[in-house]
């Protein structure tokens, strides 16, 4: 299929720069996608639209504070952003991108904020480094002292307080995002108390969103593009959750895709049966894909030709996905990370 049909024009405006007061104050689009049917309701309404015994399933992932500054001998400054660890080695050496990566070539020594040396180490191509941080000591102290929250590039602002709490989940755990599975935004801890009192069950996975996820699609054709790795875990309790809500024939609900990139795979790596698993995926779900495990769908509103507006087509159709993108607008909910969600049944 070609990208371009997964194209719209999205209002500058509509893009959410900042998050609502409240994660429960949040708008939801609520589509029907076996009927097209469209209502208009809001998060905090949630237990409304589900039946007792549905299950939602979090990503339980957390962000770093992953993006730095650093200068070159020359007093150059250098944005750099971890991407994750070279696991292979001991030490700390990771992969990360520089910006701008014309100023790096060969091997270089960085400094960084607070004096600490950094050592370029190889070059992997398009912006991509090895760089190793032996000699800062603790990576995740630094981090907390003088990394930035890595906020996508639509939000057109430097990160703020705010941000460290707000780009976060209340129920985040395991660190290692690049950025948040923003369909859990919007998720308040009197909001889930009020779903398990409804008789909405819950139960996490850990997948650490990465380039995979929003890298835009520069290929002319949707097949051409590739994925990149993205780490992932299911527990073996995860799966004996998911398989008993599925033997009561009720409905497993992904709270974001990237819930159901980490579902789905799971379900490849066992050949059709969820099975408990720890390692990567680049797993990218297109129109005409076969879902296993996912029912119904959380997810906020997405980037026009992204590989998330791809995956949300998949599963409820391209033309009416963008015929609700086109409502929505007109409707003026607010777009993309820092904005509203729909819930798809």
Not at 164 to 180: D, I, M, N, P, T
Not at 274 to 289: K, S
């Amino acid at each position: 299929m070609e990208t371009n049909l997964f194209d719209y024009y999205l209002p500058p405006e509509l893009v959410a720069q900042y998050p609502r007061k409240k994660r429960e104050d949040s708008r939801m689009l609520v589509l029907d996608r076996h009927t097209g049917h469209v209502s208009h309701s809001w998060i905090q309404d949630l237990p409304q639209w589900l039946l007792p015994g549905d299950r939602l399933v979090f990503n339980q992932t957390r962000v770093i504070p992953a993006r730095i500054f650093a200068r070159k001998h020359t007093g150059a400054k250098l944005e750099i952003l971890l991407l994750r660890p070279v696991f292979e080695k001991d030490n700390q050496d990771w992969e990360v991108l520089i910006q701008p990566a014309k100023r790096i070539k060969g091997a270089l020594e960085l400094t960084l904020e607070n004096g600490k040396k950094i050592q370029v180490i190889d070059s992997l191509g398009e912006g991509h480094f090895i760089v190793n941080f032996n000699q800062v000591g603790s990576l995740k102290k630094f981090l907390n002292q003088y990394g930035h929250v890595p906020l996508p590039p639509y939000i057109r602002r430097s990160d703020n307080v705010e941000d460290r709490e707000r780009y976060q989940s209340v129920f985040a755990k395991q660190e290692g995002s690049l950025a948040a599975p923003t369909a859990s935004l919007h998720f308040s801890k009197g909001l889930l108390s009020h779903l398990n009192r409804a008789g909405i069950k819950s139960t996490r996975l850990t997948l650490h969103v990465g380039l995979g996820t929003f890298l835009p699609v520069m290929a002319e054709n949707i097949e051409d593009h590739l994925m990149h790795p993205e780490w992932f875990e299911l527990s073996l309790k995860t799966v004996s959750d998911i398989q008993k809500t599925q033997k009561a024939h009720q409905r497993i609900v992904a709270v974001g895709t990237t819930v159901v990139r980490a579902l789905e795979s799971a379900c490849i790596v066992g050949n059709g049966t969820l099975v408990p698993y720890m390692g990567e995926t680049r797993i990218f779900i297109t129109p005409g894909f076969n879902f296993k495990i996912t029912e119904a769908l959380i997810t906020n509103f997405h980037q026009p030709a992204s590989t998330l507006l791809m995956l949300v087509s998949a599963l409820a159709g391209r033309e009416r996905i963008l015929a609700v993108y086109e409502q929505a607008m007109k409707e003026k909910y607010r777009f993309l990370s820092y904005g509203d969600c729909m819930l798809i049944l």
